[in-house]
Structure formats: C-alpha cells, structure tokens
T-cell receptor, first 113, second 113 residues
C-alpha cells in the first residue's frame, strides 16, 4: 500500500461545477496535510494546508480532513478552465529523526469551458 | 519577498559525471527540502536540511548528497550519474523544520545522456 494515494484521473468537470479531489494516507500519526497545484511544466504551488478534522475554506477551495478514515479531500467550487492542473496531496509522515513530506502521484483535473 | 531560486534551470550531463545543483530559499526560511520528480515515480523526497543539519532523508542511494550553508542556501550533488537520474529536481523552503508548508523553486531539469 502506498503511503499517500490519489486517483490519477483525469477528472473532467464542466466550467462552474464542483471538482472533488480525494486522497487517502496510511500513517495514522500524520498531523499535517497539504494540497498543491502543479501546472504543466511548472513547479508545485501550495494552495491549502489543514491540520484538524473538519473543513477549511479559502475562497473557492475547501479542504476536508477525516483522520479516523485517513482521508483528505479538496473541493473546488465554481471550477474555471484556469483550474486545469495536477493536484498533489501531501502528508507529513513521522520517521526516526523527524517528519518528511510524502506526496501522492497527483490527480489531473480538466475543466471544460 | 523573493521566492525560491534554483540554478541552473537546465543541465545536460553524460553518464558517469557528477552534478551540483543549488537552491536559495525564501529569506528567513531555514528549512530546505529536495525532491526528484519523474513521470513514472512522481514527486519523491530526497532529503531535508534545517540549520545546516540533515534532518531526514528519503530512499535514494548514497550517490545523492546535499549540504546547507550558514545562509540557508543548499546544494545537492549527484555523483556517477545514471540515465535514470534524468528528472526535474525541485527544492522547497519552509520556515519550520519537518516538512510544513513548503514553497517550491522552479526546479532544475537534468538530462543524463
């Protein structure tokens, strides 16, 4: 089992719809969770961080965390063609010597105009 | 604030050679993490440095090494290059150790022939 798993997609949604991106992780002691957006040919860009169970909203983005189910998701409301990118879920995993960040393989999102 | 900078942006090397990549973090950030990104393996953690000390490392062979200077700038070295080392190498800076919110540089595209 991979430490961080995401559906690779592609996920295709029409403009104005809600895009739902999901991520599961294996390490029960993980405390920090992040979503990054990566446009083709560019480096990842941090868009959301979440540390507590529940929802965290930032503009059109909502991150949801359920530690009991080891599940974190990202909702994008009113999706725009400019949201078309690969979305990477990242989880801090504790190891001897400290934490390290493990990234999922990413979900490709296409927003159709 | 200036972002994370990486040099060089592109590099072509021959098998067996060695290479050094450089990363300057965001001013005030003391943590620098390095990642390798390939289409097949995604984003993989190489190591993290904080205040000139390596805090954690990923599952890469000893040919991959790094260091951090007192001004928080970091270098990554790969010796005896192999074809499979062709990848995008990304560094990310953070104000805290342990892989918290990270901000990525543009990356160095390494091609090994």
């Amino acid at each position: 089992q991979k430490e961080v798993e995401q559906n690779s997609g592609p996920l295709s949604v029409p403009e104005g719809a809600i895009a739902s991106l999901n991520c599961t992780y294996s390490d029960r002691v993980s405390q920090s969770f992040f979503w990054y957006r990566q446009y083709s040919g560019k480096s990842p860009e941090l868009i959301m961080s979440i540390y507590s169970n529940g929802d965290k909203e930032d503009g059109r983005f909502t991150a949801q965390l359920n530690k009991a189910s080891q599940y974190v998701s990202l909702l994008i409301r009113d999706s725009q063609p400019s949201d078309s990118a690969t979305y990477l879920c990242a989880v801090n995993i504790g190891r001897t010597g400290g934490f390290k960040t493990i990234f999922g393989a990413g979900t490709r999102l296409f927003v159709k105009a | 604030k200036a972002g994370v900078t990486q040099t060089p942006r592109y590099l072509i090397k021959t098998r067996g050679q060695q290479v050094t990549l450089s990363c300057s973090p965001i001013s005030g950030h003391r943590s620098v993490s390095w990642y390798q990104q390939t289409p097949g393996q995604g984003l993989q953690f190489l190591f993290e440095y904080f205040s000139e000390t390596q805090r954690n490392k990923g599952n890469f062979p000893g040919r991959f090494s790094g260091r951090q200077f007192s001004n928080s700038r970091s270098e990554m070295n790969v010796s005896t290059l192999e074809l499979g080392d062709s990848a995008l190498y990304l560094c990310a800076s953070s104000s805290l150790a342990g892989g918290n919110e990270q901000y990525f540089g543009p990356g160095t595209r390494l091609t090994v022939t």
